[in-house]
């Protein structure tokens, strides 16, 4: 074969997300090169250029000798950072607007439910008490955003224009329309002081490992109608302190939790977060991605690549995303 | 007294609706005008020139010899227009920037509610089994949403912007940008075909009773991958075919429905809607809105009508919104 293969290592996930169905898409969007899925006895490591990757195991993607690229099918790459034979070939985050969609979908929902005091709704249904309490503007909340990029700037745009006061959070200094940007460990306080219902939608990296911990948690804010403050986690479970958010919803410190990600997947069926009144849990689906347009991205990038054009989203090692 | 005097007949509600709140707050904003609490056995009928009202009884408007102006404390004045001896004056409806916002949350909440799976997530949970199934982007659920008045069109376009299909239809031609609009009896079904979740934003009158019935539910698009169509309905519980409803949930017609109104409310405690493990219920409190809001706009009202300017969003008389 001319062109160098495209390897495809994935492991795990849904009918969306089966190795068959991604090995049928990279065909349809590759039609001239050869795409392997691993493992695959057949083949010869030596000819593999590029892998597309899902949860690959440490030490899997060193047996390419011939990689030039990497790319993680998905958003998040703490789970490649912390392969220590990893390549040093560019790793790409995939990075489609099907994915940003998704995610602010999953925002918006959880912080409207946590709002507009469904788990109370529920209830209520349940008992059979039509006992409606008073319900407080989306101008008297606001919401914070730990991560900046692409998602969440997407997401506190959407919250904006439903009317919810948003402030946000990030590394380096950004600006949004709009948002009131906050940056950097001397800002993180001040930030914090301000939000009714946080959103964490960061990378997990050595610098936001438990990040969502009692000392974060007891600095938020407690003034709004809404009460005692809630946290939407849907970025990663490392940047959680489990027992942390159990104790603070039980002594108040906490009014709610929206969790879309666990330190363990799947979630232990012993995890008091299952039975928790006040946790809203969903199983790592907040953006599942369309194997459709992840793979089209990928192809394209690969395209651009070998004419001689710059790869996007290329991640900063030394940054960790 | 030199000016007329402002009566306030409010039956009902919350905490937020409660006629001492109402007259406290019309006396902040009409300082210069007596503001009655009725009954109030002190007062003269015949001083009363505005009457600002919320469930009045039937007849009871009829009171007030030199009334000049009625507002309506809410979108909704089909139970005004039932009353047969209600006095020919102006009768506005209350449109604030307020109420319009809290119902876009409502539907959009709720919409997103059946598009993301989650009656089907929070039975996951209840159960412990993490089984998260395929999820579909917005782009391949289409909303359509009956009535394109405020209410309607900044819902229609809060759904747009998460990137659903929107589809709208009203009694006269409407136009908004990225909605394809349809109206009148002719373009009812080309409209209902398309349509995966049902958004019922409606007046009720003679034309629109119970419009929500078997019949449009079967005309219906079923081809999303949300299975069967879902309706929504934040109007009135008149709308609805309350039977039907249950009927064709069980029947496989509906695939769910949220309901914010009844035919009788408080929703009777033996009503199967209670139960029932595809109707999401709220109390109808879809748009509570702000007492604030309210009186600052009907002060504004008086005060622009005694200056000689023209009434807002006077109701129609013949057409019953």
Redesign the interface.
Known sequence: MNKGALALLVHGG???WSPQRWKARFDEVCPDRSVLLLPDASSDPAEVHYAAVWKPHPGELAAFPNLRVIFNLGAGVDALMADRSLPDVPLVRVAVT?LT??M???V??HV??H??Q?PY??E??RE?R??????W???AVTVGIMGLGTLGADAAD?LR???FRVVGWSRSPKQIEGVTCFHGKLQLDAFLGRINILVCLLPLTLNTRQILNRGLFEKLNRTSPLGAPVVINAGRGGLQNEADILQCLDDGTLGGASLDVYAT???P?DSPF??HPKV??????AA?T?PDEISKYVAEQIRRFEAGGALENVVDRNRGY
Chains 1, 2 share one sequence.
Do not use: I
Not at 130 to 135: E, I, L, M
Not at 280 to 285: D, F, I, K, M, S
């Open positions: 849904t009918e969306n099907d969609a998704r602010t979908e999953y918006v929902l409207l439910m709002h507009r469904e709704l529920r209520s249904q059979k039509w006992a409606p309490k008073s319900q503007a989306a101008g959407a224009r439903l009317g997947e799947p979630l069926v299952w039975t809203v849990l969903t199983p790592h689906n599942d369309d």
